[in-house]
T-cell receptor
């Protein structure tokens, strides 16, 4: 297997502030990482595909100016939720692609916006 | 666009018994991958089993096996000798083979309860 870490595991922030979530592949390099959002008792919803050294590809309906993604190295991608609002409260999961059919997930970040 | 359907929102099984979770998908591609992921209460997604569409032999991983019917676009997961630790959400997923940038398509999930 392979290990993907995510930090923080949970965060509470005030409405209007920004919060950054880090996703790291610890024992492999990942050209491609994915960011998902998961609502309670629902499936994973892909937000964006993060490619090292290039701009992220956002899914339809996901605001790129609100959810900033930076894939600065082959082991790190970050998701910044800007000007967070209570409706942004959710569980955010990242994953990293080790090969075309090997996707490893981070443990997730629970974001609560008050 | 590809879609993945899991028609059983919830399933339950008695400990030590066998249970089968259903998954169907829709694609026009001939070469792709199929996956079953498990999400326990910790919410950490864990790969259970993976199938390559060009392989006719059904994948197996210990107590987990699949029944892959390519023509019917069906990919069911069988869990044998169910254990309490198998209780989780199970997601079926699809991915095209030829493109690193292509995302995974997940089904809506099946919640499995294991009864002692």
């Amino acid at each position: 297997g392979a290990v993907v870490s995510q930090h923080p595991s949970w965060v509470i922030c005030k409405s209007g502030t920004s919060v950054k979530i880090e996703c790291r592949s610890l024992d492999f390099q990942a050209t491609t990482m994915f960011w998902y959002r998961q609502f309670p008792k629902q499936s994973l919803m892909l937000m964006a595909t993060s490619n090292e050294g290039s701009k992220a590809t956002y899914e339809q309906g996901v605001e790129k100016d609100k959810f900033l993604i930076n894939h600065a190295s082959l082991t790190l991608s970050t998701l910044t939720v800007t000007s967070a609002h209570p409706e942004d409260s959710s569980f955010y999961i990242c994953s990293a692609l080790k090969s075309v059919n090997e996707q490893y997930f981070g443990p997730g970040t629970r974001l609560t916006v008050t | 666009a590809q879609t993945v359907t899991q028609s059983q929102p919830e399933m339950s099984v008695q400990e030590a018994e066998t249970v089968t979770l259903s998954c169907t998908y829709d694609t026009s591609e001939s070469d792709y991958y199929l996956f079953w992921y498990k999400q326990p209460p910790s919410r950490q997604m864990i790969l259970v089993i993976r199938q390559e569409a060009y392989k006719q032999q059904n994948a197996t991983e210990n107590r987990f096996s699949v029944n892959f019917q390519k023509a019917a676009k069906s990919f069911s997961l069988k869990i044998s000798d169910s254990q309490l630790g198998d209780a989780a959400m199970y997601f079926c997923a699809y991915r095209r083979r030829d493109n690193y940038g292509q995302n995974f398509v997940f089904g809506p999930g099946t919640r499995l309860s294991v009864l002692p």
